[in-house]
């Protein structure tokens, strides 16, 4: 009797589990992932005849890696620049009595360059342009006009290169889409002797961003503090700090502290090292800002290399004369360039012998005068802040809370 009662038992574990094995096949098993930051929970149920609706995953640009830049191809030959990225116009704002007895010299290569592309150029009078007047009225002082002006004209391109009046092109065989980086819609440069975030000289997209950036970097000048202050350059730095990382409210308390505490160029140096520091090595912030490295934009200051230039190299910041010589200035040109030459190629184009170098004779100028601008940095910048400024003590223990 033991013993069938026995097979009774197994007879009825058999029969379930072929009934179960006929029911719920491996195919016809649907599993639903739930993820989690650390964990995945698993729902096995049956498929109904009606299918599975697919789980739409949407990533936010702000939270993933952009993946890598669409680069657009070098100008090769003096060849045409295509517009891959829509129209492209060059901004150029000046005052008349500045640019009378100063950049002849930056213009005339501008001018030489643009007769090979076909870029369209907007020379910006600050004082008389009747855009700027109605729009950036409220602005007096002329740098943070200047950023306003270029707001205003934001919306005439898809991307606009704004420079300088004393930025002039040293090798016209580059294209301005070259630095263009089409994740982010404003595009900034470093300062090589001070690591300054360069304020003269962008790239910006046609963007409400963008536009709103420009915007309130000329409202600054209405609430920038009254002591050496670093002008629209200094208010770059911390305004980049609370654009692109708002949430780093004690950073921006102790930066912000420095640059008021800042009596000259030595104090102020240390609101630069701190603005430098918090943005740590992160140099592009998706849909936002991009930050090129020193050199790597497509303008440097021509001093470091005595105005010499290899390949890479597009246009040189400085250039405050109107005339090739004058006090001293070693130009890359033997003379002032005639535009009438200028055309197709190389046309207009006459260097002086040795000017044009290998980037291997640049980089290695460019690494002496590196060690040289580092040795010489102000004692007063040398700070570092999260050991001389508080971190947590007045903020704890609210200080991730924006996070």
Request: aromatic share 14%; net charge neutral.
């Amino acid at each position: 009797m033991k013993h069938i009662q026995i097979l009774l038992v197994v007879i009825v574990v058999l029969v379930t589990a072929l009934f179960f094995y006929s029911k719920y096949t491996f195919d016809d098993v649907g599993v639903t992932y739930s993820p989690d930051f650390h964990q995945a929970v698993h729902e096995i149920h049956p498929v109904m005849k009606t299918s599975v609706p697919k789980i739409k995953v949407i990533k936010d640009p702000t939270l993933f890696h952009p993946g890598p830049r669409t680069k657009y191809p070098p100008r090769q030959n003096m060849g045409e620049c295509p517009p891959l990225y829509g129209r492209v116009l060059i901004f150029v704002a000046f005052v008349k009595s500045s640019m009378e007895t100063h950049y002849k010299v930056a213009q005339e290569s501008l001018q030489c360059y643009l007769k090979g592309t076909n870029y369209t150029v907007v020379m910006v009078d600050l004082d008389n342009d009747e855009r700027v007047k109605a729009e950036c009225g409220k602005n007096k002082q002329l740098f943070f006009k200047k950023h306003c002006a270029a707001a205003a004209y934001l919306r005439d391109a898809d991307w606009m290169l704004v420079l300088d009046a004393d930025t002039g092109i040293a090798n016209p065989n580059h294209c301005v889409e070259e630095w263009i980086d089409n994740r982010v819609d404003i595009i900034f440069y470093e300062r090589f002797f001070n690591w300054e975030i360069a304020s003269g000289n962008y790239i910006v997209r046609n963007t409400m961003f963008a536009k709103n950036f420009l915007q309130k970097w000329g409202d600054w000048e209405f609430t920038q503090p009254s002591n050496w202050n670093g002008a629209d350059n200094g208010v770059l730095q911390i305004h980049i700090l609370k654009t692109v990382i708002p949430y780093a409210t004690q950073e921006i308390k102790n930066c912000d502290k420095y640059w008021h505490n800042s009596t000259g160029y030595d104090t102020y140096m240390a609101y630069v090292t701190c603005c430098k520091l918090a943005l740590g090595a992160t140099r592009l912030w998706p849909g936002k800002v991009r930050i090129y490295r020193r050199a790597h934009g497509w303008v440097r200051d021509g001093f470091l290399t005595t105005d010499r230039f290899c390949d890479r190299d597009f246009m040189f910041h400085g250039w405050k004369n109107n005339e090739v010589g004058a006090k001293g200035w070693e130009s890359p040109f033997p003379k002032n360039i005639n535009v009438t030459l200028c055309g197709k190629g190389m046309d207009g184009w006459v260097y002086r012998p040795f000017k044009n170098t290998t980037c291997d004779r640049i980089r290695e100028s460019l690494g002496n005068f590196e060690r040289s601008s580092g040795r010489s940095y102000p004692k007063e910048g040398r700070v570092i802040p999260h050991l001389a400024e508080p971190d947590v003590g007045e903020c704890f223990p609210t200080c991730d809370d924006d996070i």
